[in-house]
């Protein structure tokens, strides 16, 4: 029996810790909160959208980074098994719109009770209150040829001067975002000072933040069925169709948050366009038939007072002051060249992208411990014997929809059976 310790008690940590002990080995669950899973308590607005029920090839297509990394992990530990894990532990799951599975309760919670039954049924010590500050090691001479490692993990050593000795070390601190959960890096700060290599965090599932004033004045609209172009001044980076919201600083919501995710961190240094289609399923010839039967309705009135039919009622004042028509001409007068200017700013509204919001409000974290220093098969270290990393602590993202959370039960999985 070895003795391994588990860093983190968010969903990764708690999969780990469960499939260690599950192995027939002492596990020790270590946690700074007060509680296990704070992070997993705020997923899915509270309800926790545990997994997705795609095909696991669509599962893959939708990870972000370095989704051939996750072959092995998605292979050996599935949504189906996620699902079934979860029924097995006394949380009955459903599935809703784009196969996201969610507890049938609609309780985050429930998903956290369960875990912490499974973790109390195989006998995993869990230490809350209890913070790593380093990792133990020593200098190692490789016994086999294919052994790369140069360093054996020993133990960890707490903020409070305590030290743990074991036999294998799980990291699974989570990333950089929502640090009041308890994700402030640390594992990265881990894994940097025993040389693995480390891919520049950056903000990811975050809204962003648009030049132009006027998107204040439409705070809280929401637009469903509109399609997006973001571009760089050199070619478009993403296009999307669905829904979006605005908000007082600039633009969120599922179409906004996958783009963020989608295009390169890179690309956000210099400043982005972003154009909302507001009718995709008319084109320009369709659309200004639209605008002339409106015209047409309303002969003698001005342009302001005929776009009721036309747009939500928070976007008409803004609308009109993007129009090349002024607004109290008469719509009889309006010229065929105006109203083919207006159709393009209906099908084109531009918007300016002067960045992303912070990590206090990204769902993810971009980048982290590369995938280059730790085997796929194992989630082993590739420098340091002994010494696992799984979830969101890796080079891993992907878009909403249960997909981050099947990444952090996974490789924990992995992790923790290879423990
Ligand atoms: C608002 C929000 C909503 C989300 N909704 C969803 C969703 O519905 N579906 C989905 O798939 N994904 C969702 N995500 C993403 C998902 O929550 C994360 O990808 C996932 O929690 C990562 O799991 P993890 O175990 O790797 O890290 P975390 O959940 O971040 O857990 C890491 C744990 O390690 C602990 N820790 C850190 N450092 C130390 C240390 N030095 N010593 C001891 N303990 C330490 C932390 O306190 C924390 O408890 C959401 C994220 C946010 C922020």
């Not at 994700?183 to 950056?202: C, I, M, N």
């Not at 979006?244 to 599922?254: K, R």
């Not at 309303?298 to 028509?325: A, E, H, R």
Request: aromatic share 10%; glycine share 8%.
């Amino acid at each position: 029996m070895s003795k391994v310790l588990v860093i983190g008690g968010g969903p990764a940590g708690m999969f780990a810790a469960y499939f260690a002990a599950s192995n027939g080995n002492e596990v020790i669950l270590l946690e700074k909160n007060e509680k296990l899973g704070k992070k997993l308590y705020i997923t899915g607005k509270g309800r926790c959208n545990v997994t997705n029920a795609s095909d696991m090839d669509v599962v893959f297509s939708n990870v972000v980074t370095n989704s051939k990394f996750l072959y092995s992990a998605f292979n050996s530990y599935d949504n189906k098994m996620v699902y079934d894990f979860f029924e097995d532990h006394k949380v009955p799951l459903k599935v809703e719109r784009g196969n996201r599975v969610f507890p049938v309760s609609d309780h985050s919670s429930d998903v956290i009770s369960g875990l912490q039954r499974a973790l109390k049924e195989v006998n995993v010590d869990v230490r809350l209150h209890t913070e790593v500050k380093e990792l133990l090691y020593e200098g190692y001479i490789p016994t086999e040829k294919k052994e790369k490692f140069d360093k054996k993990i020993t133990g960890v050593k707490l903020t409070n001067g305590q030290e743990i000795k074991a036999d294998r070390v799980v990291v699974a601190t989570g990333g950089f975002s929502y640090q009041t959960t308890g994700s402030t890096g640390d594992g990265y700060r881990f894994a940097k000072d025993l040389g693995h290599k480390f891919v520049e965090v950056s903000p990811g599932l975050v809204p962003f933040e648009i030049k132009e004033e006027w998107v204040k004045e439409l705070q809280g609209l929401s637009l469903k069925n509109v399609s997006i172009e973001v571009h760089s001044a050199k070619k478009k980076l993403y296009d999307d169709f669905g829904e979006m919201l605005f908000t007082h600083f600039g633009v969120s919501g599922p179409m906004i948050l996958s783009a963020s995710a989608r295009i390169r961190p890179k690309e956000f240094e210099k400043e982005l366009k972003l154009y909302i289609d507001l009718k995709p399923a008319l084109d320009e010839n369709a659309l200004d038939k639209r605008i002339l039967r409106e015209f047409e309705a309303g002969i003698n009135k001005q342009f302001k007072n005929v776009l009721g039919k036309l747009f939500p009622t928070k976007l008409i004042p803004v609308m009109i002051k993007l129009s090349p028509i002024p607004a109290d001409k008469k719509v009889n007068d309006v010229s065929k060249e105006e109203r083919k200017e207006f159709v393009k700013l209906i099908k084109n509204l531009p918007m300016t992208i002067i960045g992303k919001r912070s990590f206090k409000e990204a769902i993810i974290t971009k980048g982290g411990v590369s995938v280059k220093s730790v085997n796929p098969s194992t989630m082993e270290s590739k420098i340091c014997k002994d010494l696992f990393f799984c979830g969101e602590v890796l080079d891993l993202d992907a878009v909403t929809g249960g997909y981050n959370l099947q990444i952090a039960w996974s490789t924990g999985y992995l992790a923790g059976i290879s423990c």
